[in-house]
């Protein structure tokens, strides 16, 4: 789980990695036989029993400095990746951090271009609310709304849902499941692990070669194993 790839000392949110340690991390990577791929790509392959070799990569919030420095990496190192945009605020910024530098965030025309880049693109929902303290109409424009608006900005209605914050409770995953997403990111979704809350790794600009060892090897001890038919 990426968020910003930018150089910049002020980062009270640990989301931004700068670009040379996402390049060291990539290749962390490939030394061990691993290629970064999106996540619908990942589950296909999963459900094919080919998902050997292959790792999950997202970049929350659709930060514009994706197209700048994270996509001339990834092709770089023949990695592919889930972008997951806010389509209620293209051109904007990241109003919803209080601290804090603001980031500009893709707007239309960079979304189209990531996806003609052969990148995925999610819905992060509309404007970054957290779905789990929102009301019932909230709630449908973050997942209803927002997945329709990316269809008619790519062509193409999105796979897969965000949760921002990574805040998700039952009701925030019936409603993902009734907008028409085949799946969904949290963070650490505990029990309600699944096809519609699928845990994922922080990673930040702290982690070295042997911290990402460690996260790889501590996941399937703090996060529950997904079921055998994600």
């Known amino acids: ?19 040379a340690r996402l390049e060291r991390q990539l290749a ?8 970064g791929v ?7 392959a999963h459900a094919a029993g080919r998902s050997r070799g292959l790792v999950g990569l997202t970049f929350d919030d659709g930060y514009a400095d994706f197209t700048e420095h994270a996509l001339p990496l990834l092709r770089r190192h023949a990695c ?4 997951f945009v806010l389509p209620g605020r293209l051109g904007g910024d990241n109003a919803w951090d209080a601290d804090g530098p603001r980031k500009p965030l893709l707007d239309a025309d960079g979304i189209r271009a990531v996806a003609a880049a052969g990148m995925e693109i999610g819905s992060h929902g509309l404007l970054h609310e957290r779905l789990t303290t929102v009301g019932d109409a909230v709630l449908h424009e973050e997942t209803h709304r927002s997945r329709a608006l990316l269809h008619d900005l790519t062509g193409t209605p999105p796979a897969g849902f965000c949760y921002p914050y ?4 039952s009701r925030a995953v019936r ?17 309600l692990t699944g096809p519609h809350a699928l845990p994922r790794i922080h990673v930040g600009a702290r982690d ?8 790889q090897l501590l996941h399937p001890l703090r996060r529950p194993a997904l ?3 994600v």
């Open 227 to 229: 079921p055998e038919d």
């Open 1 to 19: 789980m990426y968020h910003s790839v930018d150089d910049g000392a002020e980062d009270p949110y640990d989301i931004t990695v700068p670009p």
């Open 166 to 169: 990574g805040a998700v409770d």
């Open 28 to 35: 962390w990577l490939g030394r061990r036989g691993l290629t």
């Open 80 to 83: 592919t990746a889930t972008v």
């Open 175 to 191: 409603a993902v499941r009734a907008a028409g997403y085949a799946y969904a990111c949290a963070v650490d979704p505990g029990p």
């Open 38 to 44: 999106g996540v619908g790509e990942l589950l296909r």
């Open 208 to 215: 070295t070669a042997l911290r990402l060892r460690a996260k």
